[in-house]
């Protein structure tokens, strides 16, 4: 079974529950939206799929392709090809971008095995032109002094890179201008396949009119109390979350 299967989620942070029993199915090869008003556990749930230690599951499973993620640390879990695109990017003082696109390609391999020089540089090339960067850019230090728009063109260079089998974005429309989140529609739209599976977490439709999801779920109170397809993001944009938060009993 190629899916991401989130099982009855609980989690908390110190002793308050955020997490309420999530429960979804992503099939690989398709991308859900997950919507809902701020503060109900958006990002907890990403967080906690990448492995967080500031939350703890209390109870459930996350299955990736039928294997149990909980128990495995953060590094092993982007192995299995889980790929965490972060709200707010980390700044690596003194590395390029290159140099961390060569380190990340190459903590993917299995032992022994190099990334060669062709093959890094080959998906390198076919990465910039689909984000319509300029190769300059790889020699500049990891997020140090960049635009929030290049921050975000820089993570989805680093996924078409990894070109990973699950993606968890997490709110990565906010601060961006209509061109800046079309680049980033393209990128994330150019890995879009039966290979590709996850989660495209955002408050508001913006960003799913050029990432068109093939379901979307709403969490309120740290569970999912509505599903349906990308008609269900059209209308909290034009409705807001009023009625979704009464279907809740918030
Ligand atoms: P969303 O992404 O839907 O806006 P979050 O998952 O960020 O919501 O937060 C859900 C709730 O959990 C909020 O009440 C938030 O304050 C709380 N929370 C999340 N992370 C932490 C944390 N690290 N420490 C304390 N409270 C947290
Ligand atoms: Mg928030
Ligand atoms: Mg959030």
């Given at each position: 079974?190629?899916q ?5 989620l ?12 999530i429960?979804?199915v ?23 799929l ?19 993620i909980l ?10 090809g ?15 971008i290159?140099?961390?696109?060569r ?6 391999k299995p032992e ?7 093959e890094?540089y ?11 960067w300029?190769?300059s850019?790889v ?11 290049e921050k ?9 890179m990894?070109?990973p089998?699950y993606?968890i974005?997490?709110?990565?429309d ?27 977490i955002?408050?508001?439709q ?7 999801p093939?379901?979307v ?17 059209q209308r909290?944009?034009?409705?807001g979350y009023?009625?979704?938060k009464?279907l809740?009993?918030?």
């Open positions: 079974t190629h991401l299967e989130i099982r009855n609980h989690a908390s942070v110190g002793d308050q529950p955020i997490l309420k029993g429960n979804l992503v099939p690989r090869g398709e991308l859900h939206a997950i919507m809902g008003p701020n503060g109900n556990g958006k990002s907890t749930l990403a967080k906690v990448v492995g967080d230690p500031e939350y703890t599951v209390t109870e459930g499973e996350v299955l990736v392709d039928g294997q149990n128990e495995m640390e953060p590094d092993e879990r982007a192995r299995l889980l790929f965490l695109a972060f709200q707010y990017p980390v700044e690596i003082p003194g590395v390029t290159a140099n961390f696109l380190l990340a390609l190459q903590a993917r022994g095995e190099e990334v060669s020089f062709t890094f080959g998906k390198l090339q076919k990465a910039l032109a689909i984000l319509e300029d190769e850019i020699e500049r230090y990891l997020n140090e002094g960049f635009s929030g728009g975000k063109r820089n993570e989805i260079l680093q996924m078409l990894l070109e089998t993606i974005m997490d709110e990565t906010s601060g961006l201008d209509v061109d800046a989140l079309k680049i980033v529609a393209k990128g994330v739209n150019s890995l879009r396949g039966e290979n590709l599976g996850g989660l495209i955002t408050h508001y913006r960003l799913l009119n050029y990432i068109v093939d379901r779920h709403i969490i309120v109170d740290g569970r999912v109390v509505q599903t349906g397809g990308p008609e269900l993001a909290l944009d034009a409705e009023d009625w979704v009464e809740a009993g918030a």
